[in-house]
C-alpha cells in the first residue's frame, strides 16, 4: 500500500515538474518525459504486473489532464511497463546504466507508437523528419534528465520498500 502512495506522489510530482518548470526550459521545443522514469524504474525493480498498472494510471492520469482521447497514453505506457517489466528478471537491480538504458529504449517505443497512430495512420509518412525533430532528440534530452533523476527516484523507492520491511517485522 505504502508503494501505491507513494508512486501516485511521485507521478503527480514528476508530471507537475514536466508540465511546469520543463515547459520552460524546453530545448529547440523539445520537452523530457520524466513521467516515464518511475515506470521504467517500477518495472524494472519489480515486474512486469508492478509495470502495466503503474503505467497504466500514470496513462491515464495523463490522458485525463492533456489528451482528447481517454486511453490513449494509458494504453501506450501499460505497453511500456510490460516491456520494461521483462528486464527485472534479466539484470540486476545494482546497475545504474541498465535503467538509463531503459529509459532510452522506452521513450523510442513511446515516441513510435506516438507516431504510427497519430502519424502514419493520418497519411503523413515523413519518418525520417519526426525521427531526427522529434524522437532523438526527446530521447537524448529525457536521457540526460533521467541520469540526474534516477538515483532521486530509485532512493525513495528503495526507502518505501524499507519502511515496508519494518512493519512487517
Known amino acids: 500500500m505504502k508503494r501505491v502512495i507513494g508512486s501516485f506522489i511521485m507521478v503527480v510530482l514528476l508530471y507537475l ?5 520543463f515547459n520552460n526550459i524546453a530545448i529547440a521545443g523539445v520537452k523530457p518525459n520524466v513521467i516515464l522514469i518511475p515506470i521504467v524504474i517500477v518495472g524494472y525493480r ?12 500514470t496513462g491515464l492520469f495523463i ?3 492533456e489528451s482528447d482521447y481517454l486511453g490513449y497514453y494509458a494504453l501506450f ?9 521483462f528486464s527485472s528478471k534479466l539484470y540486476s537491480n545494482d546497475s ?14 513511446l515516441n513510435f507508437l506516438i507516431y504510427v497512430t497519430g ?24 536521457m540526460i534528465v533521467a541520469a540526474l533523476l534516477y538515483r532521486v527516484i530509485d ?8 519502511i515496508g520491511k519494518g512493519d512487517e517485522a
Open 17 to 21: 515538474l514536466q508540465t511546469t518548470i
Open 46 to 57: 519489480y515486474g512486469r504486473v508492478q509495470g502495466m498498472v503503474l503505467g497504466f494510471f
Open 63 to 65: 490522458d485525463l489532464n
Open 77 to 85: 505506457y501499460l505497453i511500456i511497463g510490460y516491456l520494461v517489466g
Open 96 to 109: 545504474t546504466l541498465v535503467p538509463l538504458g531503459l529509459v532510452g529504449a522506452s521513450d523510442m517505443v
Open 119 to 142: 502519424f502514419l495512420l493520418r497519411n503523413r509518412l515523413d519518418l525520417p523528419y519526426y525521427m531526427i525533430r522529434i524522437i532523438l532528440p526527446e530521447l537524448v534530452y529525457t
Open 155 to 162: 532512493f525513495v523507492y528503495l526507502r518505501i520498500d524499507s
